[in-house]
């Protein structure tokens, strides 16, 4: 299983029902350590976990699992492996400009 969290969609979702990381962790039963390794892809969410946050944010379960990278729709499973290796590395490049950015603060943060 790959994971690829989706913390934007997931931000976004919190923000439309005025919720935080912390009310999203405290549904779950997860402390706010617990739900960063899930958003930032450290650990996979559990299915009671995955309910809990469908149920906080109105979502749907199938579309909290796809976005939380526990699973993948049928047509992007059997798409050709050359669509499938473009998508993932367009993720990885998402993921490079993350680092690159939480680099930086950090060096920023460093010199204070």
Known sequence: MSLFFDADWFDARLAACNGDRGALAEAAGLDRGELHRVFTNARAPTAEELQAFATFLGADLVEVSLRSGVA?????????????IESIEARLDEIDSWLNELEAGAKRHARR
């Open 72 to 84: 993948q729709r049928a047509a992007e499973a059997e798409s050709d492996p050359s669509a499938r």
